[in-house]
């Protein structure tokens, strides 16, 4: 199908300013921009008013949380895993896994995001697979790793249905690989993704260093997120987490490390020297008072940043536009200099930052000729924005996911005129309510 969304002001990528143009499309991808009003086969879609941007990356997601939002307010990280997250995750069902997928990706492409990276629960991965599907989302999705061999008597240990041997988490992580990495004709992929160093054996990371090398998959997992839990790793490794990444051999482009709020200069030049992705999660590292990552040095050190929202519990919002800009004042603040992280930095890792973390920078991140027709459509009339032009600035510091009113991914509309395509949103309320009164009555606190 050839499309022409035309009337819009287009915004390509960070750098640029929008320009009133028109935007040419061949079945998924971009074919050219244009001011012409029409061009012969190419049917217009009237996008008056609006600003065109490129959707959002949100780079490390639990879609399995989303029905688990507001469960865990005000805790510990540590307690926070132990006494609610993990046994209400542990609670769910393959239908509950499905729903939670589907309120976290209709979320998301209501927010402007085209594109996740998606840490799912340890069981019925492949439910949450099939809501990314529908929903007609972009994602890299995996199913968390955790065998039990390696897990402190600190965390508590982890609920029955969470324990897998190492041979089992590593089947069933290679039976997704093999079921899902590019399907949905390359929407979806497969990535490895161990919980952290402190709940997965050294055997099972020391595998995922052969298997990402063979299957050319990306390893994603936490690290550096709380100074409590960097100290037990370091107690019981007798390095800090990034040193035994390296040590292992996993520090490469393809590990995508969440958080590292906890990370010193050799850590950072670690990262830099082995051109390790980190993904930062602004919100969640406040509400878990874990701390403020180190994005300008981290930066400064030409480490590809990304942003991500983690779980509904801990954040409570799937928001890119919050994100981005707590991203920015919280370096300002943090570091008593106003022009630390400023807009166009942090737009631009919310875009094409999460794209290159993910290794879909040549498909994604920026309105390009040849790139994927991933796109939001934001309505500027906001008392919020007035009567600022549209701009990056604007964006970062006064927008939010209300403005969105549409959504395309591979040049589909997937959120059309403020309503979801596949999805009716309030019938989707109402079985996630009673999917969380399932997962409640099964929950046993402690
Ligand atoms: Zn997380």
């Not at 390696?150 to 992580?173: A, C, H, K, M, V």
């Not at 006064?398 to 959504?407: E, N, P, R």
């Not at 009555?441 to 402690?446: A, H, K, L, Q, V």
Request: with cysteine; charged share 25%; aromatic share 6%.
């Amino acid at each position: 199908m050839r499309q022409l969304l035309k009337n819009a002001l287009v915004l390509r990528d960070a750098r640029g300013a929008p320009t009133a143009e028109n935007i040419m499309i061949d079945d998924d991808r971009i074919a050219g921009f244009t001011l012409a009003d029409s061009v012969p086969g190419y049917a217009p879609v009237d996008l008056s008013g609006r600003l065109v941007i490129p959707g959002f990356v949100q780079a490390h997601v639990h879609f399995c949380q989303a029905l688990l939002r507001g469960a865990a307010d005000d805790m510990a990280l540590l307690d926070w895993l132990r006494t609610r997250v993990w046994p209400l995750e542990a609670a769910h069902d393959e239908e509950s896994v499905y729903l939670s997928a589907l309120l976290a990706g209709t979320e998301l492409l209501a927010g402007g995001a085209t594109c996740a990276c998606v840490m799912e629960s340890v069981r019925y991965a492949d439910a949450a697979a099939r809501a990314i599907d529908e929903l007609g989302l972009r994602a890299v999705f995996g199913k968390v790793m955790m065998d039990h061999t390696d897990t402190p008597p600190e965390l508590g240990g982890l609920p029955d249905s969470f324990i897998e041997t190492t041979r089992q988490t590593l089947d069933e992580s290679l039976r997704l690989l093999k079921k899902w990495h590019g399907a949905a004709a390359g929407r979806i992929s497969y990535a490895f993704m161990p919980r952290g160093v402190l709940t997965t054996s050294e055997d099972l990371l020391l595998e995922l260093r052969k298997l990402s090398d063979e299957y050319g998959a990306l390893v994603h997992t936490h690290a550096c997120e709380t100074w409590p839990e960097s100290r037990l790793v370091e107690r019981r490794r007798g390095q800090t987490e990034i040193k035994y990444l390296r040590r292992l051999g996993l520090a490469n482009e393809r590990l995508l490390l969440a958080h590292c709020v906890c990370v010193d200069d050799e850590d950072i030049h670690i990262l830099s020297k082995h051109r390790v992705n980190v993904v930062s999660c602004p919100l969640a590292n406040l509400k878990l008072a874990s701390g403020i990552a180190p994005l300008e040095k981290l930066a400064d050190a030409g480490i590809t940043l990304s942003l991500g929202s983690d779980g509904p519990p801990c954040n409570n919002t799937l928001d890119m536009f919050t994100e981005m800009r707590f991203a920015s004042l919280l370096q300002k603040g943090a570091l008593g200099q106003p022009t630390a992280m400023p807009a166009p930095q942090v737009f631009e890792i919310a875009t094409l930052g999460g794209a290159k973390a993910l290794g879909l920078d040549g498909d994604i991140g920026s309105l390009a000729v040849g790139k994927k027709a991933d796109l939001a459509a934001l309505d500027w009339q906001q008392p919020q924005t007035a009567p600022q032009k549209p701009c990056v600035a604007g964006l970062v510091y006064s927008g939010g996911a209300h403005m969105v009113t549409d959504t395309m991914v591979d040049g589909r509309f997937v959120y059309r005129h403020k309503k979801h395509v596949a999805v009716d949103t309030a019938v989707l309320r109402r079985q996630a309510e009673v999917a969380l009164e399932r997962l409640t009555r099964r929950f046993s606190p402690g």
